[in-house]
Structures are given as structure tokens and as C-alpha cells.
């Protein structure tokens, strides 16, 4: 790192430096818009380019970068178009929040290499896959172990907030790997060439790293142990699964038996829904579920559908929307726990 007089020294060529980097790059993709194509980018065009076809994700910076410009984010299209690796690397999942000019303008550019790689999510994260994670999520970011919190989340105006930030621009640009949301602000107030550190997601990854459930193993102890059906089904939609629970510390698996479980064979929305109904938010140990009162809520990976205990406690077995766990614990580790039960839940709405 540079000495404090180093930085100085060199902290008046940041204005000058970035203000010639935008004005480059803003006449470059003005010129752009008005070229023989007659194409037009819009906000979260999924192909840029419909009449030539496919494009590697490592071609679509100027696209992207035009569509941030033209919604005013002129600094972030400005170092996606020159280094548009360093943002999006190619081929590897990555979502960023692009920075309004006023949060960046003044910092030298080393310290703006930093604030970016802060607001660089190395998960492909839509609208839709940010509303599925509760608030309190921690999102990890390319910036060494520091993390972003969702402090809101509104499913029915299609809101959100990061560290008390509204994103302004959802969905900006969606292709392949890649991701782009505009935020109305940054996403922390800058000390030095360091975020604040967040004092919920930080204090969470400096006691121990983040847990990530190990869902291949999961198929596999499934199999091993006799739950074959619900095995194969997972592993069919595993990386739905495995996206949805991206932010999740914990789970639990409810394992239905070979005889309970028919939708292996079900078209794949139908099979990703059943499969993710009986994943349920939360490491629950058999005796927990036991002692928690009849009526209460677990909630799932599955969209608008709920668990509720239906017997436990003194009445003996534990059930779960009328099924009963017949193998608590079948399998257990780090992450997640699983309970095998006498056949599927069925689908059950979210009660009002």
C-alpha cells in the first residue's frame, strides 16, 4: 500500500484522469448509438444484438457500458469499456451494482478500483433471485472478505435495498453470466482506501467462513441411504436449489421415502417446486422440531409455500403438514440436516 504522502502526492491527478476517461468514453458510445445498425440497447435486453446472433459474454462490455451510460451511470460504462474484466470477468458468474458518478469522481483511481470490486457480487444475481433471499442476507463481493447486507426487500413492489441503498436500476443488463443493477448511492461511506466494515455480515466472516451446503455430498448421502427417488430428483435440479440457498448459512432437508416421492419424472418446473418445498430455511435438529408448538411456520426454498408443524411434543412422532418424520437426523453435517419422512408434502399456499 502507499505511504500516506505517495497518495497524496498523486490525488490531484484523479479528477483530471477520470474526468478525461468518462468524456473519452461517453463520446465513443454516443457515437456508438447512432451507427448504421440503427440498434438500440434497451434496459435488461437479454441479446443485445438479436440479428447477429449469440455473443460471447466477453463481447457484450459495450453494450452494457451503453445502457449504463444512457442511464447516467457514465463512469461505470466508462471502466466497463475499457477494462471490462475487472468488473465482469468472462465466463465466470458475476452481478455488479454500477455507482453513481457523484459517489466516485472524487476518489483517486486506485481507491475507485477498490469501491467497485465492493459492489461486485461473484454470483449471477437477478431482481427476482435478490427477492428470494430473506433480508439480513449477507452477499459476498470480490472484495476481500467484505460482504453486502439486503437491509429491504418488498416482493410485491419489486424493491430492494443493499447496506440501506436502494437499487434505482433493477435488472439494468441480464446476459449469460453476467448482471447489472444501478444503485442510487454507494454502498458504504469510504475510509481510506477500506469500506466500513459491515457489522453484520463482517462480524459473521470474521468468526469463521461462510458455510456452504455441501449439495453434492447431500445427493450422494441420499442415495447411500435408501432415499434413491428424492436423490435423483435433487440432483436434477441442483443448481436451482444450489442458487436459491446461495445466501443461506443453513438448511434442512426433508427426505421423502422411494414409495412417497413420484416427481422424479415431472417436467422441470414442476420437479425444481417439490424438490425445493422440502428444503426448509434453518438448521432444525429433530429435537427442536419436537419442541416447537403445533401451528408453527418453517420457511422453504419453495416460492409461497410454508411447512407447519401439525404434531410433535408430548403427542409423540413429529409431523409436518400431516407427515411424519420417520428417520430424524438420516444425515447430518456442517450446513445442513436431514430428516427422512413417510412420503412428499404436498403443495400448501402460504397462509394469509
Known sequence: MPSDSSSCSHWWHAPVYLAATVALVVAALSSS???????????????????????????????AALILHRAGFHLTAAILQISPGSLLPPAQAATLFAIPDAAVADLSFPVAEHLFRYHTVPLRLSLSDLLKMPRGSCLPTLHRSKNLLITASDGLDRSISINGVPISH??????????????????HRFDGQEPVPNAICDAKTAVDAPVVVPWARVVQALGVRGYVSFSVGLSAVIDAVTRDSLALDHVTLFAPQDSGFDQVASPAPLLESAVKRHVAVGWFAYGELAAMPVGQAIRTLAKDVELRITAGGSTGAVAINGVEITEPEVYATEGVVVHGISRAFEPKPLST
Do not use: C, K, V, W
Open 33 to 63: 448509438s447512432f451507427s448504421s445498425s440503427g440498434h438500440r440497447p434497451r434496459s435488461g435486453d437479454a441479446t443485445p444484438n438479436a440479428t447477429a446472433g449469440p455473443r460471447p459474454a466477453a463481447d457484450l462490455s459495450p453494450d
Open 170 to 187: 433493477p435488472d439494468a443488463f441480464l446476459h449469460g453470466p453476467h448482471a447489472i443493477h444501478g444503485a442510487s448511492g454507494a454502498f
